[in-house]
């Protein structure tokens, strides 16, 4: 009999799955109970909070879950530094399901609609995007980059190179890769998947040292939303006007659909 209940909370967090995973979270719902049968890598890995999850596929579903037995997986977690922001477990309960606009933060509803319209791009809407003039905003996005830096790494060793192109970054004291969070990266590699659907390897080539990169038309489409990207930043790391004009071949080219 026990005397005393443990005032010991459960571990609470978030896991991510995307819809083309074949896994444990394929049509979980809340209450489900999501249990790992093979115990062995790789684990279910709980963030303990948004700001640390990770997105690499998209689209997919975001859970809050509990970890339901995480006394007896001491040995899966062994090891891991101290305050690591994730568990790794076994097995979940589906607490309920999470916008995934909340990943992004305080933008995250224009840029989670960013990556849909990215993911569903056509043949013309990327041919418009390439004729817009791209090459006039790099010093905006390198000026994002640097203040965001900035904001937690005043000593940043590397300030003398130019961050126009840049997708993610780890500066010091910093949980995320980019000012909106994986925002960047998630919009070229959805961008990357919808050229290959489009015209398949055409879109790409590949340079003397066997490096695949997307050619011109393709690579300056996807600047102007990786530059529509940047504007939502919620840092005040750029001006208004700034966001405006790196907001306007995006709204331009994809009126109807946002309209609509």
Do not use: C
């Not at 690499?56 to 922001?85: A, C, M, R």
């Not at 916008?99 to 569903?120: C, H, P, Q, W, Y």
């Not at 043949?123 to 390439?130: C, P, S, W």
């Not at 290959?196 to 390897?201: F, P």
């Amino acid at each position: 009999m026990k005397w005393f209940k443990s005032n010991k909370e459960k571990i609470k967090g978030y896991v991510y799955s995307g819809d083309d995973e074949d896994g444990l979270f394929v049509d979980a719902k809340i209450g489900d109970l999501i249990i790992k049968q093979n115990k062995k890598p790789p684990y279910i890995v709980v963030d303990h909070t948004l700001a640390t999850k990770i997105i690499t596929k998209w689209p997919g579903k975001l859970f809050h879950v509990e970890v339901i037995n995480e006394k007896n997986e001491k040995d899966i977690n062994k090891g891991l530094v101290k305050d690591v922001w994730y568990t790794r477990t076994f097995g979940v309960k589906i607490l309920d399901e999470i916008s995934l606009e909340s990943v992004f933060g305080e933008n995250g509803k224009a840029i989670k609609n960013l990556i849909d319209l990215t993911r569903n791009i056509e043949i013309e809407e990327v041919e418009l995007l390439a004729n817009y003039d791209t090459e006039s905003n790099r010093p905006v996005l390198d000026k994002a980059w640097r203040n965001w830096v900035r904001m937690t790494d005043k000593e940043y060793e590397f300030f003398d190179e130019d961050y126009s192109d840049t997708l993610k970054m780890s500066p010091k004291n910093q949980v995320h890769s980019s000012p909106i969070r994986e925002g960047l990266s998630i919009i070229s590699s959805q961008f990357d998947i919808r050229a290959r659907e489009l015209v398949g390897e055409s879109a790409f080539e590949i340079d003397d040292e066997g490096e695949i990169f997307l050619r011109p038309k393709w690579r300056a489409a996807v600047e102007t939303l990786l530059q529509a990207g940047m504007s939502y930043e919620s840092d005040n790391l750029i001006t208004n006007e700034e966001k405006e004009l790196l907001q306007r071949p995006m709204i331009e080219v994809f009126k109807t659909k946002q309209s609509g």
